[in-house]
């Protein structure tokens, strides 16, 4: 099956620091998404982004397809920011595959 | 629009019991899932269904049994319970196609001691 890396697995920031995670997948993909697991264990969705770049607030998300990679940018963090950041794809139209994440943490 | 509903939150259940998750979703989706997250782990898929009557096996299906009998409703039977299924546990949906997102529910955590 598909092999799905997020880099790093631990991040720890100032309040303000910008940052970036990274999401390898190994094979071609129809969907992928990136969540935010907050401190209270909710998945929210970020974005879907199987292609392309999206931006919302402060958060923006990079998909190369033809590199297997995608990029999530978070800039001036915040606290509510920290949490775990997962990357989700799918190769065969109905389901999800998870990397195992990033564990952000940002400090006041 | 509730979106993704599971009961219950929390549940504790001695070794050999069996329980019943439930599983509910209001936005008319084809596709339902079941997701278990072990502590520091990503999730991984246990049971998922395209529609009603017809479910098929994830990664991890062992020890775990769902029916889907209508669109909106996905159970998740576990029979004679493990510790090795102390877990949280996510149910998930969205519609039928290539290019929609899946959502998910606020899960349940589930001891068994």
């Known amino acids: 099956g598909i092999q799905v890396e997020q880099s790093p697995p631990d991040l720890i920031l100032q309040e303000g620091a910008n940052s970036t995670l990274r999401c390898n997948f190994s094979?071609?993909?129809?969907?992928l998404q990136w969540f935010h697991q907050n401190p209270w264990g909710q998945l929210i969705n970020l974005f879907y982004?199987?292609?392309g770049t999206k931006q919302n607030g402060r958060l923006s998300a990079t998909t190369v397809a033809t590199e297997r990679y995608s990029l999530l940018y978070i800039s001036s963090s915040q606290t509510t920011d920290s949490g775990v950041y997962f990357c989700?794809?799918?190769?065969?139209?109905?389901?999800?595959?998870f990397g195992e994440g990033t564990q952000l943490t940002v400090n006041p | 629009n509730a979106g993704v509903t599971q009961t219950p939150k929390f549940r504790i259940l001695k070794i050999g019991q069996s329980m019943t998750l439930q599983c509910t979703q209001d936005?008319?989706?084809?596709?339902m899932y079941w997701y278990r997250q072990d502590p520091g782990m990503g999730l991984k898929l246990i049971y998922y269904?395209?529609?009603?009557?017809?479910?098929d096996k994830g990664e991890v299906p062992n020890g775990y049994n769902v029916s889907r009998s209508t669109t909106e409703d996905f159970p998740l039977r576990l029979e004679l319970a493990a510790p090795s299924q102390t877990s949280v546990y996510f149910c998930?949906?969205?519609?039928?196609?290539?290019?929609?997102?899946?959502?998910f529910g606020p899960g349940t955590r589930l001891t068994v001691t």
């Open positions: 998930a949906s969205r519609l039928r196609g290539l290019a929609y997102e899946q959502y």
């Open positions: 094979d071609s993909v129809n969907n």
């Open positions: 982004i199987p292609s």
């Open positions: 989700a794809v799918d190769t065969s139209g109905s389901r999800l595959t």
């Open positions: 936005m008319n989706h084809n596709y």
């Open positions: 269904s395209v529609g009603a009557g017809i479910t």
